[in-house]
């Protein structure tokens, strides 16, 4: 059946990125956040067959996605990253959520910091036989990222590649902040006009001096710009 649109004018599920502008945001690449949004198709013993988006954009005919989308990639970066978890198991162990415990949008929900996490990585465990151990640590992967979400209000605080989960929450991402740009926390100065007006060849302490930034701040901007998923 044909996905119906999220019309809505919450500015969580707006329509403002592109796909490779949001794979940029989120540290993955756009062929991976590609299949997520467009679903893909795979060989198996009884032939190709076809794996359903994991992530519905706000309206299908607009290829651009919502914040919200931002946050469902940045959630299945963490399942990605430690363990390349298939996406037709994440997909069965979303519908699981969906069926048994009654959450439509799991990774959007506080719910997955709390039991309903640990049922939905005990699923995909099942599915693809992560074992005990595996099971363990994929949960401290997604724990991980789901810290470098914050609620109220709600933001999103990107994995910097070169930084890791532990790395400083300085570049956040608000679509009520700089038009849903990243930009540093507490100054509202987008990450990208940093690092223009420093490849066009002004002085760091210039720059600084303009938008009140610290040493620390223009690093952060730097890396993660720089930054390859």
């Known amino acids: ?68 989308n931002l946050r469902e990639a940045h959630v299945l970066r963490a399942l990605r990253t430690r363990h390349q978890v298939p996406m037709p198991a994440v997909r069965a162990a979303l519908d699981y959520a969906a069926e048994t415990l009654h959450i439509k949008r799991l990774l959007l929900s506080r719910e997955l910091m709390a039991d309903a996490g640990s049922l939905f990585i005990e699923r995909l465990g099942q599915l693809i036989d992560l074992g005990r151990s595996g099971q363990i640590a994929l949960k401290e992967m997604l724990d991980g990222h789901l810290s470098r979400i914050q609620w109220e209000p709600l933001r999103l605080f990107p994995v910097v590649a070169a930084r890791g989960l532990s790395g400083p929450q300085i570049v956040s991402i608000d679509p009520q902040v700089s038009f849903g740009r990243p930009f540093i926390v507490g100054k509202g100065v987008r990450t990208s006009t940093i690092v223009e007006r420093l490849d066009a060849g002004e002085d760091r302490e210039t720059v600084a001096a303009d938008y009140q930034l610290s040493d620390q701040e223009i690093d952060e901007a730097i890396l993660y710009e720089r930054a390859t998923a």
């Open 1 to 68: 059946m044909a996905s119906q649109p999220l019309k809505s004018t919450d500015p969580y599920e707006l329509p403002r990125y592109g796909i490779g502008q949001a794979a940029h945001y989120v540290q993955i690449s756009p062929t991976t956040l590609r299949s997520w949004v467009l679903g893909r198709s795979y060989d198996t013993s009884e032939g190709r067959r076809f794996s359903p988006p994991l992530i519905q954009r706000p309206d299908p005919g607009d290829p651009r996605l919502s914040f919200s």
